[in-house]
């Protein structure tokens, strides 16, 4: 999922492309793609691709190969996903990644958090900062957990993307539990095909975190976030 126009300063745009946790995320410089499944890799132009963990919603090792031939970026995985890549991506453009690792993609910079998602061997959320230092959390298909508190005083975030279904133990309440550990400006619930249910997200929102604002994406459209002031 491309997106041709070029944020402003002090903006991303992103695109939610999947029912998973496939998001495609610009910031003015940069392109970057996260857990592509259900997606053309035709004309997609992307920086870096980053991917947290290995179940097949998130980990398709022959698009990354695809996205990876037709554009040469570099690809940050876990470390079991990375693995699998190992015969795929040249090794000097596949950086595996664990908690506690940071990436840079140009000017924009991703550290690599924890993700609670025990079914996952080894899965990872990523922060990702923008140039003008724009703060992103994509939580992969995280459950909530106590150090979220300490990230999201530590980082601000603008934007935070919050699973609501289909991972086992997650619902619109763990959904909103992780905006209220963050606190973003903009939380999306993602990771679903209910519509009903990214409503009930956003309901629990208005009713005990009005300061957070919900941003329900749909599939395919383009949405701009810009930096808090
Ligand atoms: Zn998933």
Not at 18 to 34: C, D, F
Not at 84 to 111: M, Y
Not at 130 to 136: A, F, W, Y
Request: charged letters at 25%; glycine letters at 4%.
């Amino acid at each position: 999922m491309s997106i041709e126009q070029v944020p402003s300063k002090n903006e991303i745009l992103f695109v939610w492309f999947n029912h998973y946790a496939g998001v495609t995320i610009k910031t003015p410089s940069e392109t970057l793609i996260i857990d592509p499944v259900d997606v053309k890799s035709k004309n997609l132009n992307v920086d870096a691709i980053l991917i947290s963990h290995e179940h097949y919603d998130h980990f398709d090792p022959s698009l990354i190969s695809e996205i990876h031939k037709q554009t040469k970026c570099l690809v940050a995985a876990d470390q079991t996903s990375a693995k699998r890549l190992r015969n795929i991506i040249p090794a000097e453009k596949l950086n595996e990644v664990q908690i506690g690792s940071e990436v840079k993609i140009g000017d924009v910079s991703v550290k690599v958090e924890k993700c609670n998602h025990p079914p996952a061997a080894t899965p990872v959320s990523f922060i990702i900062t923008s140039e003008d230092g724009l703060k992103i959390f994509h939580t992969a298909d995280s459950l909530p957990f106590p150090e979220m508190t300490v990230l999201g005083e530590r980082e601000k975030f603008d934007l935070v993307f919050c699973t609501v279904g289909i991972a086992p133990g997650t619902s619109p309440q763990t959904g909103a539990d992780i905006a209220r550990l963050t606190k973003p400006r903009v939380a999306v619930p993602y990771h679903t095909g209910s519509a009903a249910d990214q409503k009930k997200f956003a309901e629990i929102l208005k009713r005990e975190l009005p300061k957070v604002n919900c941003l329900i994406p749909e599939v395919g459209k383009i949405y701009q976030v810009s930096k808090r002031t």
